[in-house]
């Protein structure tokens, strides 16, 4: 953090909540904007120029996904704590973030007062979480798990789920074609559609939600 405050770098494809993000951190005489981005591949790139100390991240954007885009700033710049803000507050969304090394999850819904504690919580060090997400944390881990479930992603066909077990095991699309005996298109196919199931924006979501699921 400079002696200037916590210098936050915004991400969301939302064009108003970014100027209503960055009207509102721009009166705090603590924190400073030094950029906003529209999309993942955006904020990796604005990370490495700017060098924020809090980035604020929402999950769903266009191209690279924020749970990615995520798992990416942690990596390459650790200095940079990022918080989630965000519509979703369903389990998968929360642990996937926190997986990928987010501080904090708060939901776009908070008033002013708490996101501001949020960022400068997430800025010190800390974790934090709205208390709706907490109050998710809490019942969750309260409630015994059997593990994985005998028969993961019942959406999916079986051809779905044989494809998705290998995406799991990084092989490629050339490859996946190859072993199961279908053609490049057919694979294409059927990956769009474990997407579209599975609500995932990219491969390497589809990746994490397979590992969980065991197929890997």
């Known amino acids: 953090?400079?002696?200037?405050?916590?210098?936050?770098?915004?991400?969301?494809?939302?064009?108003?909540?970014?100027?209503?993000?960055?009207?509102?951190?721009?009166?705090?005489?603590?924190?400073?904007?030094?950029?906003?981005?529209?999309?993942?591949?955006?904020?990796?790139?604005?990370?490495?120029?700017?060098?924020?100390?809090?980035?604020?991240?929402?999950?769903?954007?266009?191209?690279l996904g924020g749970i990615e885009a995520t798992r990416r700033i942690v990596d390459s710049y650790p200095s940079a704590a990022v918080l989630v803000v965000t519509m979703f507050d369903d389990d998968y969304s929360v642990f996937t973030a926190m997986r990928a090394g987010a501080r904090g999850?708060?939901?776009?819904?908070?008033?002013?007062?708490?996101?501001?504690?949020?960022?400068?919580?997430?800025?010190?060090?800390?974790?934090?979480?709205?208390?709706?997400?907490?109050?998710?944390?809490?019942?969750?881990?309260?409630?015994?798990?059997s593990g994985t479930p005998p028969h993961a992603f019942p959406q999916l066909s079986q051809r779905e789920r044989e494809v998705l077990g290998l995406i799991a095991q990084g092989v490629n699309n050339a490859a996946i074609a190859d072993r199961l005996c279908l053609s490049p298109k057919t694979v294409r196919n059927h990956i769009s559609n474990i997407f579209s199931k599975l609500q995932v924006a990219d491969r390497a979501e589809a990746i994490v939600r397979a590992r969980e699921g065991g197929l890997s």
Do not use: N, Q, W
């Open 105 to 145: 999850y708060v939901l776009k819904d908070a008033d002013e007062e708490e996101v501001l504690r949020s960022i400068r919580a997430v800025g010190h060090g800390e974790a934090i979480f709205s208390p709706a997400i907490a109050r998710r944390m809490v019942d969750f881990f309260a409630v015994p798990r």
């Open 1 to 63: 953090m400079t002696a200037g405050g916590l210098r936050v770098l915004i991400a969301d494809d939302h064009p108003l909540f970014r100027a209503g993000m960055r009207a509102l951190l721009e009166t705090m005489p603590d924190m400073e904007v030094v950029g906003v981005a529209g999309t993942g591949d955006e904020v990796l790139a604005l990370a490495e120029r700017v060098e924020p100390d809090v980035v604020l991240m929402d999950l769903h954007m266009p191209a």
